[in-house]
Antibody, heavy 114, light 107 residues
Framework: QMQLQESGPGLVKPSETLSLTCSVS????????WNWIRQPPGKGLEWIGY???????NYNPSLKGRVTMSVDTSKNQFSLRLSSVTTADTAVYYC????????WGQGTLVTVSS | DIQMTQSPSSLSASVGDRVTITCQTS??????LNWHQHKPGQAPKLLIY???NLETGVPSRFSGSGSGTHFTFTISSLQPEDFATYYC?????????FGQGTKLEIK
């Protein structure tokens, strides 16, 4: 059974870059689209974007070009980088597979604060 | 972007009740809609995909229907473990979006 696990710093300073990794176990990272989603405290879910291998990406225009995603097939991981963060980027960040978003990771809280 | 309206935002019900949640979209999305369950501190979980297909291992008391712009999600007989927040999610085109969520609470 495939499982996903997010990891990365829980605290990022304003204007810096948020970096997270999603580790995939129980299956190969190839042949699927991989999504990042976030949920700010007390708010709804926002799709950040997806990556397919290192061939195709699609990012939410609301994030205004601050997003970069990559895949490391040797480690069965994919990553998210979000630049120039502000307090509005404080959220629980999730990774999930494919169009059905199945499965999801448990999520990791990232706080943007000086 | 396609707008999604999920209702109600919260719902108070008792064990054994039948509950229905609706999701409307501003444009036709065919059947490209999923339903997820989210409990605090846990990974969200896919329950229904392509509007009406029950994910493997999900109890049959959960069901979904609809196509085009109007979708419904039903729990036929609430169980204690069903109290959670439920989200619809469309994937017909990017950017993918979610409904606002329905928090299902114990009456």
């Amino acid at each position: 059974q495939m499982q996903l696990q997010e990891s990365g710093p829980g605290l990022v300073k304003p204007s810096e870059t948020l970096s997270l990794t999603c580790s995939v176990s129980g299956g190969s990272i190839t042949n699927f689209y991989w999504n990042w989603i976030r949920q700010p405290p007390g708010k709804g879910l926002e799709w950040i974007g997806y990556i397919y291998y290192n061939v195709a990406t699609n990012y939410n225009p609301s994030l205004k070009g601050r997003v970069t995603m990559s895949v490391d097939t040797s480690k069965n991981q994919f990553s998210l980088r979000l630049s120039s963060v502000t307090t509005a980027d404080t959220a629980v960040y999730y990774c999930a597979r494919g169009d059905y978003f199945d499965p999801w990771g448990q999520g990791t809280l990232v706080t943007v604060s000086s | 972007d396609i707008q999604m309206t999920q209702s109600p935002s919260s719902l108070s019900a008792s064990v054994g009740d039948r509950v229905t949640i609706t999701c409307q979209t501003s444009q036709d999305i065919s059947n490209h809609l999923n339903w997820h369950q989210h409990k605090p501190g846990q990974a969200p979980k896919l329950l229904i995909y392509d509007a009406s297909n029950l994910e493997t291992g999900v109890p049959s008391r959960f069901s979904g229907s609809g196509s085009g712009t109007h979708f419904t999600f039903t729990i036929s007989s609430l169980q204690p473990e069903d109290f959670a927040t439920y989200y619809c999610q469309r994937y017909d085109s990017v950017p993918y979006t979610f409904g606002q969520g329905t928090k299902l609470e114990i009456k």
